[in-house]
């Protein structure tokens, strides 16, 4: 069964920071490019980072650019999340596509990917 599961979430306080991984299962996630999503309450889904298979190659959405490091290690995809703020409170997705292996320019605003986590919730609050 192909699946991604995430996990590290939880409440931090403003400033904190917290490590989502997304790892997968039935296949080889190394192959190809990974996206990180994130959907706050009554707010529409967003897509914070993205990471190719093979250079490295990373897109950062403006909100987190500088705060948030994408990084991969075997089979898994890292999400390290600094300097939190509560605008981040949101539940993080990862999500891949078998036919991508390379981030490009929309990668953050792709909605149509193949395999989908089910969530981890980030909540930044004192």
């Known amino acids: 069964q192909v699946q991604l599961v995430e996990s590290g979430g939880g409440l931090v306080q403003p400033g904190g920071s917290l490590r989502l991984s997304c790892a997968a299962s039935?296949?080889?996630?190394?192959?190809?490019?990974v996206v990180w999503f994130r959907q706050a309450p009554g707010k529409e889904r967003e897509g914070v980072s993205c990471?190719?298979?093979?250079?490295?190659n990373t897109y950062y959405a403006d909100s987190v650019k500088g705060r948030f490091t994408i990084s991969r290690g075997k089979n898994t995809v890292f999400l390290q999340m600094n300097s939190l703020k509560p605008e981040d409170t949101a539940v993080y997705y990862c999500?891949?596509?078998?036919?991508?292996?390379?981030?490009?320019?929309?990668?953050?605003?792709?909605?149509?990917?193949?395999?989908w986590g089910q969530g981890t919730l980030v909540t930044v609050s004192s």
């Open positions: 039935g296949f080889t996630l190394d192959y190809y490019a």
């Open positions: 990471i190719s298979r093979s250079d490295g």
């Open positions: 999500a891949t596509d078998r036919l991508r292996r390379s981030c490009y320019s929309g990668s953050l605003d792709d909605p149509y990917l193949e395999v």
